[in-house]
């Protein structure tokens, strides 16, 4: 069968087809750099590896752009608080770029010892800040922005379609006044392209840009490093489903104002780690890593494992118990594919093209990876009662 991926745009499974039959154009949302990443963060790049992985068993060429967010990424996602950089160098003592540089170094060996192959380009958004201005040029250009005291903001009410990824109500939200607003914005949805940087300080990170000195808003980084990298119209953008509702949506309203042209055929959202029925986070007591897993003598392909054992778009429960039965079945499984690689039976070639095709529409209906290890641990059985 074709592959079919789910795309939030529609909320419905589709058939997937690339605009260019040679290489499949891949834009995943990578960490902000400001303190190390946790399993549920690392979850959703296990699914991003899964479905690249997919993409090239099915014979596409991928051509694969992550971010680092490195600057512009508030402790809000209403365009207030501190920056989460300045805010990790000051908990540490130590300069913004020494920060960015110590957790992207963790965060890249995490993904190592987990398979996860690397993207083929890795942008940090402190690299690109003039692709991001002369984006907002263009924006202001075609009177999308306007700009109020601490920043130039993105005017969504000149958006026809805006919140179309979120299927947001904007009177509701409106009504609900659940986000905290700026002072002088304009609409509750409005959100910063530039921020300005405060009078009364000076941030370790900011540029001179057309509109004063400041840094860029989170959102800006992904629309300018995709589009430089993978055009103004490319196949998939993945993250967690966390994205959807703001960063996600605001990419799309400012790169298709921008271009006037569909951003992002395909968009794909991982489901959240959840510890005791709490999404995990950065903060708090359900803030779990890498290393606290290896410390517990858990090796990272063991939760990558874990991982595989619930599709992406369902939330996956954690707990140390369920962990620890995923180490005892890999340890198992890994017992019975090293017996099968010892054996030489003459039935191995019918065995394995009946697995083959079996595995191959389970991994393109969505990427059910649940499915495709319940085949890899019948395929086992078969082995032993065929031998």
Known sequence: MS?????????KKEEFKPLNKKIVG???CGPTVYNFAHIGNLRTYIFEDILKRVLLYNKFKVKHVMNITDVGHLTSDSD???????????????TVWEIAEFYTKSFLQDINKLNIIKADIICRATDYIKEQIELIKKLEKKGFTYVIEDGVYFDTSKLKDYGKLAKLDIEG???????EVVKGKKNITDFALWKFSPKDKKRQMEWISPWGKGFPGWHVECSAMSMKFLGETFDIHCGGIDHISVHHTNEIAQSEAATNKKFVNYWMHGEFLNLEKEKMAKSGENFITLSTLENKNFEALVYRFFCLSAH??????????????SKKGLEHLRTEIAKIRNEKNKDNKEINEKYKKEFLDAINDDLDMPKSIALLWDLTKEKEISG
């Open 3 to 11: 592959l079919k991926i789910y795309n939030t745009l529609t909320r």
């Open 26 to 28: 891949l834009y995943t």
């Open 80 to 94: 207030t608080g501190e920056d989460k950089i300045e805010k990790g160098a000051k908990r540490e003592g130590k």
């Open 173 to 179: 939200l409106k009504a609900g006044a659940r986000i």
């Open 312 to 325: 992406y778009k369902s939330s996956l429960n954690f707990s140390f118990e369920a962990l620890d039965a």
